[in-house]
């Protein structure tokens, strides 16, 4: 068999990302966006802790 099959290079292990947000409007124009997301099984490897992400996002609209 060919050692550049596609099919013989299984991956076991499987990463997700989820990612949580809410858009809270401070005033007509100014709307702040705070969040969190996390990976799991980075670079798809379960030996790997996940990764916790903080999130801000301030938004101006003209």
Not at 25 to 30: A, L, N, V
Not at 44 to 50: C, F, L, M, R, T
Request: hydrophobic share 40%; proline share 6%; net charge negative.
């Amino acid at each position: 068999m060919n050692q550049n099959d596609v099919f013989a290079r299984e991956d076991r292990d499987t990463s997700l990302h989820f990612e949580l947000s809410y858009r809270y409007q401070m005033t007509d124009i100014i709307f702040i966006t705070p969040g969190f997301l996390v990976i799991t099984n980075p670079e798809h490897n379960a030996a790997n802790p996940p990764v916790w992400i903080g999130l801000s996002r301030t938004s101006f609209t003209f």
